[in-house]
T-cell receptor, first 114, second 119 residues
Framework: SAVISQKPSRDICQRGTSLTIQCQVDSQVTMMFWYRQQPGQSLTLIATANQGSEATYESGFVIDKFPISRPNLTFSTLTVSNMSPEDSSIYLC???????????FGPGTRLTVL | AQTVTQSQPEMSVQEAETVTLSCTYDTSENNYYLFWYKQPPSRQMILVIRQEAYKQQNATENRFSVNFQKAAKSFSLKISDSQLGDTAMYFCAFMKQTGVGGSQGNLIFGKGTKLSVKP
């Protein structure tokens, strides 16, 4: 399995501000993934973060709103920019386990935008 | 495109009894993986069980087992001897197999089934 940590675990932010979420994996991985879970909903992929290249965004998500960094093989950040109440969600990162074909998740960041 | 459907928004079961959660999926891929994840109120996504599409044998993990019907594109989860700690949202997920020896692709999730285990 993989051990994945996220910071912060939760935050309450004001409209128009930005928040950066950090994700740390205990092993080197090629890809990391960022998901959004809106209240009462399932998980939706925001983007795939590849080390050494730009992230690949899913339809409906753009880099200006959700910039992603991937400076090395164990770490990634997701920024939620110019936040509005509609951005209130749980944001989760995931990564594959070492030598497995299974995705493991961080504990998530609960974001509330006022 | 792949889709995953969970037709039971909510279910309940008495402690110590058995419950089955349904999941169907649609894909044109032949090689893929299927998963059940559990999300308790703590919101942590926990892997329950994993199935490789090329394996005919159904996966089992202690009290959890699946009924994988590839032709029917069905992947149900059976929880035996239900415990209060099984109370959670359960998500069925699909991942395409890419490359030799596995995949690092993203997951496609169903909408989830909220399971309540009653004492």
């Amino acid at each position: 399995s993989a051990v994945i940590s996220q910071k912060p675990s939760r935050d309450i932010c004001q409209r128009g501000t930005s928040l950066t979420i950090q994700c740390q994996v205990d092993s080197q991985v090629t890809m990391m993934f960022w998901y959004r879970q809106q209240p009462g909903q399932s998980l939706t992929l925001i983007a795939t973060a590849n080390q050494g290249s730009e992230a690949t965004y899913e339809s409906g998500f753009v880099i200006d709103k959700f910039p992603i960094s991937r400076p090395n093989l164990t770490f990634s950040t997701l920024t939620v920019s110019n936040m509005s109440p509609e951005d209130s969600s749980i944001y989760l990162c995931s990564a594959p386990g070492k030598n497995t074909d299974t995705q493991y998740f961080g504990p998530g960041t609960r974001l509330t935008v006022l | 495109a792949q889709t995953v459907t969970q037709s039971q928004p909510e279910m309940s079961v008495q402690e110590a009894e058995t419950v089955t959660l349904s999941c169907t999926y649609d894909t044109s891929e032949n090689n893929y993986y299927l998963f059940w994840y559990k999300q308790p109120p703590s919101r942590q996504m926990i892997l329950v069980i994993r199935q490789e599409a090329y394996k005919q044998q159904n996966a089992t993990e202690n009290r959890f087992s699946v009924n994988f019907q590839k032709a029917a594109k069905s992947f149900s989860l059976k929880i035996s001897d239900s415990q209060l700690g099984d109370t959670a949202m359960y998500f069925c997920a699909f991942m395409k197999q890419t490359g030799v020896g596995g995949s690092q692709g993203n997951l496609i999730f169903g909408k989830g089934t909220k399971l309540s285990v009653k004492p």
